[in-house]
């Protein structure tokens, strides 16, 4: 499975970002899909996830009820939906797959930089 990340920019704190992450190969089927972030000098972090099939998603506390993760089935890609943006989501954000929670994701894209400008 290749993965590639994209819709990173500038934004002023408040304003919305829209991530793209599209699969080629084998696709999303089955995955457990993922979003994550590494600021600098910190580690990087889940956002948010969910399994391509049900897409029971799960937020990150810091932003639970402002991002969005969901899917374009025809088009075999998940977005990030990123509102109400704060300095502090800066960071490089990255899309994974992989198997299951307990283990490390198996797959991940490039990333994309998002700067949040207050």
């Known amino acids: 499975v290749q993965l590639q990340a994209s819709g990173g920019g500038l934004v002023q704190a408040g304003g919305s970002l829209r991530l793209s992450c599209s699969a080629s190969g084998h696709g999303f089927n089955g995955y457990l899909l993922g979003w994550f972030r590494q600021a600098p000098g910190k580690e990087r972090q889940v956002v948010a996830r969910a399994r391509w099939r049900n897409f029971d998603a799960y937020y990150s506390d810091s932003v639970q009820g402002r991002f969005t993760i969901s899917k374009d089935i025809a088009k075999n890609t998940m977005y990030l939906q990123m509102n109400s943006l704060k300095p502090e989501d800066t960071a490089a954000y990255y899309c994974?797959?992989?198997?299951?929670?307990?283990?490390?994701?198996?797959?991940w894209g490039k990333g994309t930089l998002v700067t949040v400008s207050s």
């Open positions: 994974a797959a992989g198997i299951s929670i307990g283990a490390p994701m198996k797959y």
